[in-house]
């Protein structure tokens, strides 16, 4: 019988410091809308997410029920907090800050699984550190070579794993091989042993407070400005968005993935959850905070036309949101998909709403296309209905 436990707070109290790189990563695109600009906040959060995913899985494996783990989730909050700090200038003075935090993170996060899997952290905490350590090195960088590092930490990220358990398997010795077989696979059995339902409500936690940086975005965006009809009006638009994407994830995807994931067997949940609540998650994230960017860059200007880029973080987040939960749906066999990819597709589709008419008419449109998805998956996708969650 497997044993279930739920989120803590100590867990909840993480998320929120580590949600504080996404505020940044906001910050950042908002203040360079530009293919440079956003190719640097995909870097750093692909990279963040890395590591929160680590944590995530730490904690559904190494509770933090006891004073010496609580201590050193506490550090890795505050590892993940010199990040967060360092991010808008992540690429330039506050590169070695940056890597000197992610390696922290790194070390406290294989610190605190030596206590469920003692050594057998090896094979995943060294290729962290490799990581880690590129991400440090870039910060002594400026131009292609610190894009160069930050490229070879992904590839790492990706990579290494999977290289390290085919080796271990096939590139050994014959009784060297037994023996790293053996190792290897009791870590990922071990791995995959996870509780279902405190990896899906840890993540939708996640999202929810992601969420909570576009509602920010609005008054970030309204700063002094006087609160005007059409203010009060963007933002309920811009607070429509949000809400519709919030409804396709809690109300019609959460609970049907915690029931996918209680009937997948212990040992194959870790891939699925690699699957489904990191490859296709990392848009979900990004494209909440492309929204929030274009957001606070539109909600003071809702009257005017769109430069290019706001329209394009507009439009674009919600598309990458949908694209996302897409991969999401697939993945955990959960679908439909027909009105989620035609929404993304008219989503895009707004972009010369917003720059050719006003930033408010595009997010009218933004609401229109996504009311009208759940709207269409109600009237024309049987047994469609909202599922019951406790979200």
Known sequence: METEHRVSTLELFFDLVFVFTITQLTVLLADDLTPRGAGQVVLIFTVLFWMYGGYAHLTNQVPPDRTVRRVLLMLAMGAFLVCALAVPTAFGAGGIAFGLGYVFVVLVHSALYTQAHGFGVLWFALPNLLCALSVLAAGFFDGPPAWGLWLLALLIQFAVPQLVQRVAASGAEPAEAVAAVTAVTTVSDQLGGMSSGHLV??????????????????????????????????????????????????????????????????????????????????????????????????????????????????????AVYLAGDLAFRAVLGIGPARFRAAALVLVVATVPVGTGASGLWQLVALVVVLLGTLGAEVRWTPGCTAAPTGS
Do not use: C, Q
């Open 201 to 318: 409500e840890r993540h939708g936690l996640l999202l929810i407070i992601v969420f909570g940086e576009s509602v920010i975005a609005i008054g970030i965006g309204t700063g002094s400005l006087p609160l005007s009809l059409g203010i009060a009006g963007g933002a309920f638009l811009a607070l429509a968005v949000a809400s519709a994407l919030w409804w396709m994830y809690f109300v019609r995807d959460e609970g049907r993935a915690e029931e996918v994931f209680a009937e997948t067997p212990p040992e194959n949940r870790f891939k699925l959850a690699m699957l489904a609540y990191y490859y296709a998650f990392l848009p979900m994230l990004l494209g909440i905070a492309a929204f929030a960017a274009g957001v606070k860059k539109t909600i003071g200007h809702l009257g005017e036309h769109l430069h290019t880029g706001p329209a394009l973080a507009l439009a674009g987040g919600v």
